[in-house]
């Protein structure tokens, strides 16, 4: 069994974050290549995202899943929470422009360092 005091909780959070990082660098996206049988196609219609996902289960049957996400809402909880799109355009590097952009990064989901 497997059990975390406060002795061994630095040690054991040390092993935890060198084996995951072990996997993903082992594991990593580099070297990911797409299977033939899987297919994505995102659209916006009616105001909703629709993704649609087609790819084979483990007993080799196809399976199509779709989703849709209310288009206005999503983008809304993407600007709120996720990363502007404005951040992602150049800007002129000045006080004002700076303040503006780590105001929108304090308020997000996503944090700068």
């Not at 899987?38 to 084979?56: A, L, Q, R, W």
């Not at 799109?85 to 503006?100: C, D, Q, T």
Request: aromatic share 14%.
């Amino acid at each position: 069994m497997f059990m975390v005091t406060l002795n061994t909780f630095p040690k054991n959070i040390v092993f935890i974050l060198l084996t995951i990082i072990s996997f993903t660098s082992v594991f990593s996206q580099a070297r990911y290549k797409k299977n033939e049988h899987v297919k994505i196609n995102t659209s916006v219609e009616n105001g909703d995202y629709i993704i649609n996902y087609t790819f084979k289960d483990h007993c080799d049957e196809v399976r199509n899943f779709n989703i849709k996400y209310p288009k206005v809402k999503t983008d809304s909880m993407i600007e709120k929470h996720g990363i502007p799109a404005w951040l992602l355009h150049s800007y002129e590097v000045n006080e004002k422009n700076i303040a503006l952009r780590n105001e929108a990064l304090d308020k997000g989901f996503f944090k700068k360092n």
